[in-house]
Each structure stands twice: as C-alpha cells, then as structure tokens.
C-alpha cells in the first residue's frame, strides 16, 4: 500500500479543488498544470487524483495516460500505476484493451506515444492507428467520446506536444480536461484563464519534497578526484574509476546502514556515431575491473544492444553499471540509481534535467544517518557543465524593455535573403585551402617537406605536442532544490590531466564543426591530405593521425582558424558567382525593439546605466575588446543617452550593404549610439592586429563611410568608424583615412 507524503496529499487535494472548479465551465480541453520537481513522485500524485475523481457519483469520465519514451517504458508506467492503485480503478495498455471498442468508466489507459505519433506519407504509421476492417485509436476515442468524457494525462508533458501531429493527436483525442505533468511546463496559465475557469494551477515546491526525504539533498561532481592517479590514463578512465570508487563507497555505507541495496551507476554515452566507439572503449576499460555483461554485473541498453536488463530496478539486484543512450533520459525509474557518468559530446556541455532525475530519488523514500547516501553524484569528462531543462524553447528568456521617455531612431538598414545550401566540390575546395595556407604558412607543395618545415619554424608555429593538458572539473556541487531552475551553473575548481588520443580526435572535430558542419567531412580529409602532401606526414603511420590533429590543435587559434574560416568563405563566395540564383536585396527602416527577449543560455545580465534599455542582457561570449569599448560608454557620463548592442544576423538587426571579392554581403556594426547632442553614431569593435583586417574590415570600412556619406547628404545626424581597443586605448577610424589595423598614426582618440 502506498503511504502519501504530506506534499503528495496536499497536491492531490488541490487537484481535486480546482478540477471541481474547471468542472463548472462546459467548454472541453481545459487544462491543469501539475508542476512538481524532478522525483517528486508525479505518478504518484496523478494516480491517487484520479482515484478520488473516480469517486465522484455524478462524473462518467475515463483516463487516457500518455507515457513518452522510446521501448518498453509505457508497460513500466501501467505497472507502476496498476501498483499505487491496487487494481481500483483499473489500468490497461491501449493494446490490451482495443480490441472491446471502447474505454469503460473510470478506466485508466496507458498509451505509448511514440508508437501512435508517427506519420508517413501523411499516413498513420502504427496498427493501432491504421484504418482497417479491425477496430482502430480513432475508432475506439469514438466510441469512447459518444458514451463518456475523457481527461489526458500527460506525463513530462514539455517534452509531448512539441510537433505537428502530437498537435493533430491531441486534437483527436478531444479531452474535456487535460492533466499535463512536469518539473518545467510550458505551458503556465494565464490569471484569466484560471478565473474563466479554462485552467488551473498546482505547483508543488522542491524544498517540500526534500524535507520529506523523497529526492536526494544534493549533487556531487567529480568530488573525489585527488583520491585518483591520474598518470597515463585518458579523461574516460579518470571519470570511469572516480565513479567505481564511488559506487563501492555507496555500497560499504549501504550496508553500515543495514539496508540491502546495491547502488547502480548509469553511464550516458552519445547518441552519435561516436557513441558506439566509447561503448567498445568502457566495456574494454569496465571488463578490466570485473565488470562485465558475461559477469552479470554490467547492463547495455543502446539501439542496438539490450543485455541483462531483467530485474535491474530490484534493490539487490546484481547489475552495477548499466551503460545507456538518451533513451533513459526520460521516463525510466530505477530508484537504486545513484551515480551518473556522462561522457562529453562535441560541443555539448550541458546535462538535460529528466537524465539528472534518474538518480535523485532515494530508493526507500527517506534520508540516512550517512550524508554520503542523501546525495547523487555525477562524473563527468566536460571540463565545465550546465543543467538544463528540456529543450531551447524551455529556456529561461530574459525580458528587457526600452527605458521611458528614451527616444527610438530610424536608420536605413540592408537585408539579403539567405542562400540556398552549398554544393561542396572537393577539388575546388582543396586549391582554395592550398593558397590560404601557402598565403598564412608560407609553405608550398612545391617544396620539399625540409623547407616548409623550417618556414614554419620561422613563424613559431608550434611544434610541442608531447605534453598535451587538458583540465577537469572536479568538487562541483548544488543543491536539489535548485536543479529545476531553467538553466544552473555549476561552481567548481579544475585540474590538469594529460590529454589521450582520444581526447584530442574529439578536440579535432569540435574545431573543425566549430567551422562549420556542412564543410566538415571535407575538412578532415583535406587536412590529412595537406600535411602529407606538405610535410610528408603519412597518415598511414602509427601515430601520425594522432600527431596532425595534435599539431592542428595548438597552433588552430594562431593559424588555423584564419585558414579554415577565410577558406570556407572563399569557396562559398566562388560558389554564389556561379549559381545563376539571383539572391534578393532589400531595404528597410531599423529601428531599436521595444521589447527583446533572449535566453538564458546565450546572455548574461550586464550592469548598466547607459543601455536603452531597462536590462541589459549581451551574449556571454562576446569579445574582450567589446567588453572594454561597453565599460568606455558607461563612463561617459552625461554625453550620451544611450547604447545599443546590435545583432549579428537577420533583417530585425541594422544592418549595412558591402561588397567582398565581387559578392554582396550584410554587415552588422557591433553598437549604437546616441549621443546628447542628438547625432547617431555607428561602430565597429575590432582588436589590434585583427586577421580580418586587411580584407573584409577594410571593406566593411569603406563601405560605412560609404553608408554615413549618403545618409548625411539625406539630413541624417550621423557618424561612426572602426573603433581599435589596444592596450586599454581606444582610437577611430574616421573621415577619409583608409584602415590598416598595423598603422594607428593617423587614427583619432576616441572621446564621447
């Protein structure tokens, strides 16, 4: 029998209050939010609602229950529901129970979203939705719909709607009261909604679930690290034995405690091609430690692989690791969980909350008199992580709205539709990269590999690549009740390991995607290619693969990027010549938004007297140079009224026509700025000895002048220039000199 705990009353309580309220209006599809932290027992509350529902005399409804996540999860939800209810009301799967054509009174149906939310061709893609001589979905929410009302539960309901025929699905079904379930809803009504009755709103606090000793006090990263010799081991084998260790702690404390339960240690591993090779990597490393599939102590669970999966979630079951894909992220519950290993993904720094949540609950629903027990823990190769909720469109967005009495400006701003996907040509691509590395390098394939090598040791071009580093975060820690804010950072110290080969592969392929993703298969290839044809580096050598990526790397910011960035730039402006395509130009008049929305994963809040608007958000990532010319502005006193920091794409940014190699392109200055005595100026940030700045500054230079010319002879108060930061000096290009970043005699201090 299941005990309530006291949140858990409380919550179901309050659904049943407000549910008699929507009750009151006749309208269908109204909508209560359960909102209730990761592992707070969601299921639990929503099946005992449902059971004192069902007591009502006068209501005739039936419950359909979506249960998301790929496999076998919604049998896991039925018996879970089935298990909290003791059979009263009843809970079916929808394919038990199709074929009697309709949905009995009070009746809970699980249903497996992922099975019936699928089309093809426009076509219902499962048998259970498939129209045929049998009895279908459709059929039976017909059937259903004549004789009674139906109420959709929707568990972790943020991540269930999102597309076009979940929408349509939706729709179908027709509900007269839709539950929708989940730590971050998207949905959060609206203080008209809930007084016409069309919706309500039940929130349960994270601090009420700890206290109750339901979910885990806190979260632990890399927290013992100092205990690990780090000597000759790559950044998987650190995190991979930190978290072995661990799980035998937990197990030691477990059994000081007399309790009889063997922690599980969950390893998230990519969805990626690159998955599969850590897979055969940790099974390699974990059959050295006596962790095995053929030892019964070690589980898969990927797209391809299911081994010892039977009896995992039992406390004293012998599985110790279970490696998985993102199917587990969400859904699955294994209160024995307690550690999480995720293994870094290019570009990817960020842990999803539903991932996180399989390890907070406590398996006995209470707290220990060992700490070591009331926390999770994660083990990570990411040298710095975030938590985040869902997906982008449940991030956190920040509002900002233009100050009072701020007057707006119009500018005339450029547009140019995007082009169609690029055709990339191999050997096109090739001779292009060759002359921009002859150009950078001042290397040729016409030389032998001695002399290029001593022209690039006449560069600095660094040639170190024994002792590689790399860091590690370790003592991260935060509490439970916070992971459910829309994005956390995590605080934490680092440390300096040596880097593997294969850190440095994935290292390589973060840099070139950095580049870009389309041109990124072609990128590797070339760049093998070039040190062999260059430097005679034969790819087919031990090792040598390992030492071109290694050399790529270090010298990538100095050399490489310059190389690859104005390389894909060329080939793609070579391209445009020859696509007959024409490509439309537009113009409109800019003016600052009245409002701005940005997420909380790109901006940061800067302190500011002097920005437009009430806060100021700018992009975490900005240069330092934009940084020092922002900081010069908010000192400026009373001689301006205010600065704008502009966007760097899209015709909702200002923007300024110039032309590069023949091709039209947009040019968005960095800032905005309008000064006491009514003039507008416009500028663009640069450092000194910028790489761009012989080729496109000077030409978005001169294209500015250009732009400032026309629009003064239009009546326009305007100004602005290439602003240089060097040193903490600030200076401008301006009037008729033309730029040369390396020649800052003929430029002016810069003074508001």
């Not at 299921?43 to 998301?68: G, P, Q």
């Not at 405690?257 to 974990?286: D, S």
């Not at 070139?512 to 990124?520: A, D, H, I, Q, W």
Request: proline share 2%; aromatic share 10%.
């Amino acid at each position: 029998m299941v005990v309530l705990k006291n949140y858990q009353k409380k919550a179901v309580r309050e659904l049943m209050d407000k549910t008699v309220k929507l009750l009151q209006n006749n309208n269908k599809k109204k909508v209560l939010v359960l909102k209730a932290p990761t592992g707070s027992g969601k299921t639990v509350i929503a099946s005992k609602y449902i059971e004192m529902f069902s007591k009502l005399e006068d209501r005739d409804f039936c419950f359909i229950w979506i249960s998301i996540g790929k496999g076998h999860l919604h049998e896991q939800s039925k018996n879970k529901i089935s298990s909290i209810l003791e059979g009263s009301p009843s809970c079916k799967l929808l394919e038990d129970i199709i074929r009697y054509g309709i949905i009995k009174r009070n009746a809970i149906v699980v249903v497996n979203w992922e099975k019936l939310n699928t089309k093809k061709n426009g076509v219902w893609d499962n048998v259970l939705m498939r129209e045929g001589e049998g009895i279908n979905f459709l059929k039976l929410l017909e059937n259903t719909s004549s004789a009674r009302k139906i109420m959709l539960i929707i568990d972790e309901s943020h991540n269930t709607t999102d597309t076009r025929t979940s929408k349509e699905l939706m729709n179908i079904i027709n509900p007269e009261i839709l539950l929708e379930m989940s730590a971050t809803p998207k949905y959060i009504p609206s203080g008209e909604d809930i007084d016409d009755n069309m919706a309500a709103f039940v929130k349960v606090l994270p601090e009420e679930v700890i206290e109750s000793g339901v979910i885990k006090k806190e979260v632990f990263i890399n927290d013992n690290i100092d205990e690990i010799d780090l000597n000759n081991k790559n950044s998987i084998e650190i995190v991979l034995e930190m978290a072995i260790k661990k799980r035998l702690e937990l197990n030691e404390a477990f059994s000081r405690e007399n309790v009889k339960i063997n922690p599980l240690c969950l390893i998230q591993i990519p969805n990626a091609k690159t998955g599969e090779e850590i897979l055969h990597e940790l099974i390699r490393i974990l059959k050295i430690k006596g962790i095995s599939v053929e030892n019964n102590n070690l589980a898969l669970w990927t797209s391809n692989k299911c081994k010892n999966l039977e009896n995992i979630i039992d406390f004293n079951s012998k599985i110790d690791v279970l490696i998985f894909k993102m199917a587990v992220a969400t859904g699955w519950d294994c209160p024995r969980a307690q550690i999480l290993l995720k293994l870094r993904e290019s570009g990817s720094e960020i842990f999803d909350i539903q991932t996180i949540g399989r390890i907070l609950r406590m398996p006995e629903q209470k707290h220990y008199r060992s700490e070591i027990l009331n926390r999770a823990y994660i083990y990570t190769n990411n040298k710095d992580i975030s938590v985040k909720v869902g997906n982008l469109s449940l991030v956190k967005f920040l509002k900002a709205n233009i100050k009072p009495n701020m007057k707006n400006i119009i500018l005339r701003s450029y547009y140019r539709e995007p082009s169609k996907d690029v055709v990339i040509k191999r050997e096109i691509l090739n001779i292009i990269f060759y002359k921009q590395a002859e150009k950078e390098l001042n290397v040729s394939v016409n030389r032998n590999a001695i002399s290029n090598l001593y022209a690039l040791n006449k560069l600095n071009f660094n040639m170190g690549i024994d002792n590689l580093e790399s860091q590690l975060m370790y003592e991260g820690h935060i509490e439970t009740s916070k992971l459910d804010r829309v994005n956390v950072k995590i605080a934490h110290k680092d440390k300096r390991i040596k880097v593997s080969e294969f850190d440095i592969e994935e290292v390589f392929t973060t840099l070139l995607k950095r580049t870009s993703e389309n041109f990124y298969p072609n990128l590797k290839e070339l760049i093998y290619k070039y040190f062999n044809d260059v430097f005679n580096y034969n790819i087919k050598k031990t090792g040598m693969i390992t030492k071109i990526q290694s050399l790529f790397i270090v010298n990538y910011e100095k050399f490489f990027k310059s190389i690859l960035n104005s390389t894909v730039e060329k080939y793609i402006d070579e391209y445009r010549k020859c696509d007959r395509e024409e490509t439309k130009e537009y113009y409109n008049d800019f003016s600052i938004k009245e409002t701005k929305l940005l997420d909380d994963v790109s901006y940061e809040f800067f302190k500011s007297k002097k920005n437009i608007y009430d806060k100021c958000y700018l992009k975490k990532n900005r240069k330092q140079t934009e940084k020092v010319f922002e900081d010069f502005l908010e000192k400026s006193g009373d001689k301006i009224v205010w600065w704008y920091k502009n966007g760097d794409s899209g015709k909702e940014n200002f923007a300024i026509r110039y032309e590069y190699n023949g091709m039209p392109h947009a040019f968005y200055p960095d800032y905005i700025v309008l000064f006491k005595t009514g003039l507008i100026g416009i500028f663009e940030v640069k450092a000194k000895n910028d790489r761009e700045a012989e080729t496109r500054t000077k030409a978005k230079n001169e294209y500015l002048k250009k732009y400032l010319k026309e629009e003064i002879g239009k009546g326009k108060n305007v100004m602005g220039g290439i602003i240089e930061v060097s040193d903490g000096n600030i200076k401008i290009n301006i009037g008729g000199k033309e730029y040369a970043s390396n020649n800052l005699a003929d430029w002016e201090s810069f003074k508001c």
